[in-house]
Every structure is written in structure tokens, then in C-alpha cells.
């Protein structure tokens, strides 16, 4: 019943921008903590952004400060990533996730994942 679907993924340049978002279904995101992840291959899925939907109050890794913004928009049940400055290391499998339990940037404690979509950065 739950669905997040990611959607925004492409190549882009570095230096350039690039938005993602993530709707769901069957889920309020309202109830949640939402987070974004990303997995380069043969790397493990690691922590970018998270949200407190209520409240907004907002939490980056180190290697995104400055550069990624995490919003939300309560209508549209949707959250979503604004890159910028984007660097060939970013490149990666993007992932939104909801986690109902806590404040948390790690992945074993998010319930739901979407499907993930692709960025790539060239250099």
C-alpha cells in the first residue's frame, strides 16, 4: 500500500543543479521524519538529507552542507532535493525514505523506500 517515488534523476555537468522529488501514497509524509540516501556502486547506501515534517527542521551530511537544500511541501505530500554545485562524487542511486520511529540519519531505521533514481555527475 505504502509507495515513495523518486523522480528528477538524470546526467548533469558538475557545477550544475539539479531537483529531485518524492511523492507518496498511502503514507502522510506529516507523520514522518523523510530522509534522502544515496548508493554509488560498490559503496554503501549513505545519509545526504533528512527532514522533520513537522516543525521543517533539517539535517545534511557533512559532504552536501552548502550545496543540497531538503524541502517539503505539506499539500502535495512530496518532498523534495535541491542540488546544487553538484560534484562527480555525488553521483549515485538517490533514495527518499520515511522513518516513523525517529529522528534519524540512519538507513536500518527507515520503514519506507522508493524505487531510487539515477544522478549522474560528469566531470
Known amino acids: 500500500q505504502v509507495q515513495l517515488v523518486e523522480a528528477g534523476g538524470g546526467l548533469v555537468q558538475a557545477g550544475g543543479s539539479q531537483r529531485l522529488s518524492c511523492g507518496a501514497s498511502?503514507?502522510?509524509?506529516?507523520?514522518?521524519?523523510v530522509g534522502w540516501f544515496r548508493q554509488a556502486p560498490g559503496k554503501e547506501r549513505e545519509f545526504v538529507a533528512r527532514i522533520m515534517w513537522t516543525g521543517g527542521a533539517t539535517s545534511y551530511a557533512d559532504s552536501v552542507k552548502g550545496r543540497f537544500t531538503i524541502s517539503r511541501d505539506n499539500a502535495k505530500n512530496t518532498v523534495y532535493l535541491q542540488m546544487n554545485s553538484l560534484k562527480p562524487e555525488d553521483t549515485g542511486v538517490y533514495y527518499c525514505?520515511?522513518?516513523?520511529?525517529?529522528?534519524?540519519?540512519?538507513?536500518?531505521?527507515?520503514?519506507?523506500w522508493g524505487q531510487g533514481t539515477q544522478v549522474t555527475v560528469s566531470a
Open positions: 498511502g503514507l502522510t509524509f506529516s507523520s514522518y521524519n
Open positions: 525514505a520515511a522513518d516513523l520511529r525517529g529522528w534519524s540519519s540512519r538507513v536500518s531505521e527507515y520503514d519506507y
